[in-house]
């Protein structure tokens, strides 16, 4: 019986990914930003998101989860780095969507290795 993993579009970490990288993406709309707190929060989203959907594509592509973890460790500092914590809601939306894409991005990674072996005959 072929592992479910394997096959594309079907892995519940990356569809989470895409969910919160569309939430940190579009969070601006509905909160108080400034400049700098609404382009890294639609950037940082847009590529978490965009990463989940090569994920989801290419389930054998282990350098996606790794790079969701990046991705996630960026926006959870970004308040910080980008000094808009006294935005509270931009500042809390940055700080849960990242340390969730970090966890969605590690538990991701044995599924993704798991494939990647089976895929390369290993």
Request: net charge negative; hydrophobic share 55%; aromatic share 8%.
């Amino acid at each position: 019986m072929a592992d479910v993993s394997a096959r594309p579009w079907t892995r519940p970490h990356d569809w989470a990914e895409v969910v919160l990288g569309a939430v940190l993406a579009l969070s601006p709309i509905w909160m108080d930003t400034d400049n700098a707190a609404m382009w890294t929060m639609i950037v940082l989203g847009a590529l978490i998101a965009l990463d989940g959907l090569v994920s989801l594509a290419m389930p054998g592509l282990i350098y996606g989860e790794g790079l969701q973890v990046v991705l996630g460790a960026l926006a959870f500092i970004s308040p910080w780095v980008m000094t808009y914590t006294e935005l509270d809601g931009a500042a809390w939306t940055s700080w849960i969507v990242g340390a969730l894409t970090v966890l969605a991005g590690a538990a991701a990674l044995p599924v993704a290795n798991s494939v990647h072996r089976t895929v390369r005959g290993h």
